[in-house]
């Protein structure tokens, strides 16, 4: 297929991926799942100074998490690989070498001193047009002296030879054409021989080229390589076929002004990494959103948003919708307040729609957790129990605070409680409430409510003292679902030896 959309995510393994590059995964994703495209992953791991290890398993671990599915990567394998530029070094070279043959870049032996005296020299010094004739290089050089020094081994690098004056523009499919002159650009370094590794520039546009990639969607903070990338393009004699451009508008703090960053997270109190994260060397451990409780469903929904509408105000969409709808047209230009809050409340949502099988399966882990065996219950009471208190929760985790009396009789009764509605009599009044519970022919929750009410009402009992008194003996305070519901759950048995169990325990006050 000649036309077909190609995308890549190309992350570099220097540490956990952040939640803004995330949204990045997601846009490409989105973009060529509804082109019914191609999504490629490329390790872009040629600055051996900042590998970190185990960040490429934590991005594989983190993509698979939220369902972007990839086609292409070191691990899907691909047509086009290696997909992991370490492994690429051949290629690099080879294309660095079409540079320097066509006069498009130069070898330059200028050691760290000797920039550092020019830059001493020279106010705002860059290596450009202007200055690199006095520099030592291989346009200032005679061939025979610049090839005694490659052979006798002394360290040099390749850099771009910018031609001066020229406009130079990238069209960007968000932000339109974005045109600077090249005067601004210095001569970037491609390669270095000293680890025989090109730089970032020349990797990421060389692979692009080969992986035939038709859109380079990513963040903003490479628009400003971007002219450089378009002038390389044009230097290797591809800029018929270059990729278009989408950079997208970062992720703000969620207060104030200025890019989110893991320092608003750990002082606001949310993760901005999609996994938790521990760091091989300093042993810190950061919080992930998998970790924190939050569904993938629920983090994609809320990711996408962020710098995106789909044109109205539809806010719940699952992935398939995302696909759907997703459209250029309708990102953002500036930055995205990053609103943990609406985090929270797509998660309550997601928690809510869920089928209460699904979310009684999430639940068994804290069960278990709080000491309680999943199999001394059955599934059925367990998922019924879950889906009479999820209306309050935002997480799995907060349904234990909210379920568990269903699952442990209450020790403790709050004392406020026990002093607003116990009363001496009421002992007598709760056994014979569960005696006319024990003679009703069903607990369904309706009619065994209107039995039982008309029942206190005969006796001229006070209504909410009895059922919170009641309520009490069971929850252990005073609050929680539909008393009824309840009732009808736990079965009899139970409610009746919590209520015998309440009246011995609770005492009134002195
Ligand atoms: N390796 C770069 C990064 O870490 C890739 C930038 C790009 O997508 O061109 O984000």
Redesign the pocket.
């Known amino acids: 297929m000649e036309n077909q959309v190609r995308v ?5 393994p ?1 540490g956990p991926l952040h939640i803004g ?1 995330v949204r ?1 995964a997601l846009y490409n994703y989105l973009f060529a799942r509804q082109n019914g495209g191609k999504m490629i992953l490329r390790i ?1 791991d040629t600055d051996s100074q900042r590998f970190v290890p185990g960040a490429e398993d934590y991005i594989n671990e983190a993509l698979q998490w939220l369902g972007i599915t990839i086609d292409e990567g070191v691990r899907e394998g691909g047509e086009y690989g290696p997909y992991k530029q370490s492994e690429r070094r051949d290629i690099y070279r080879e294309h660095v070498g079409m540079l320097l043959d066509n006069g498009r870049a130069y070898i330059a032996f200028d050691t760290p001193q000797e920039l550092e005296a020019a830059r001493a020299a020279t106010p705002n010094f860059q290596y450009d047009a202007s200055t690199r004739g006095s520099m030592r290089n291989s346009l200032t050089m005679a061939a025979d002296e610049v090839k005694r020094l490659i052979d006798a081994g002394e360290k040099y690098v390749v850099r771009f030879k910018v031609e001066p004056g020229r406009d130079v523009t990238v069209r960007d499919m968000l932000r339109g054409d974005v045109t600077i002159n090249s005067n601004v650009l210095d001569d970037k370094v491609l390669y270095k021989s000293s680890d025989d590794l090109p730089t ?1 520039h020349l990797a ?1 546009i060389v692979d ?1 080229h080969l992986m035939k990639v038709t859109h ?4 903003e ?2 628009l400003p ?1 971007a002219p450089l990338h378009v002038l390389l393009y044009e230097a290797f004699g591809w800029a018929d076929t270059a990729p278009r451009f989408v950079h997208l508008p970062l992720l703000l703090k969620p207060d104030g002004k200025g890019k989110l960053s893991k320092r608003d997270g750990d002082r606001l109190g949310f993760p901005v990494f999609p996994l938790e994260w521990h760091d091989p060397k300093s042993g810190e451990i950061s919080s992930g959103y998998r970790e924190k409780g939050y569904l993938p469903e629920a983090v994609v929904n809320f990711l996408a948003l962020l710098g995106w509408n789909p044109g109205d105000d539809t806010e719940i969409m699952s992935m398939q919708e995302l696909i759907e709808k997703f459209s250029f047209d309708h990102c953002s230009k500036s930055g995205a307040k990053f609103d943990f809050e609406k985090g929270k409340w797509f998660n309550h949502k997601y928690l809510q729609e869920m089928p209460d099988e699904r979310l009684a399966e999430l639940f068994i882990p804290e069960l278990e957790a709080h000491g309680v065996k999943p199999s001394d219950f059955d599934m059925g009471y367990i998922t019924r129990a879950v889906s009479m208190v999820k209306g309050r929760a935002n997480f799995v985790g907060d349904l234990w605070d909210q379920a568990r009396f269903f699952f442990v009789a209450p020790s403790d009764y709050d004392p406020k409680a026990v002093k607003k509605r116990w009363s001496e009599d009421m002992p007598g009044i709760l056994t014979a409430l569960v005696g006319q519970l024990k003679s009703l022919p069903t607990l369904e929750s309706a009619p065994a409510e209107e039995k039982i009410l008309a029942w206190i009402s005969e006796g001229g009992y006070h209504l909410g003292n009895v059922m919170n008194a009641l309520r009490l003996t069971v929850v252990g305070e005073c609050k929680g679902p539909h008393m009824f519901d309840i009732i009808e759950l736990m079965g009899i048995d139970e409610i009746a030896s919590r209520v015998e169990r309440g009246i011995a325990n609770i005492k009134l006050p002195e």
């Open positions: 890549r995510f190309a992350p570099s220097t590059g990045t872009e970032y990421n692009d380079v969607i990513r963040g903070e490479w390589s």
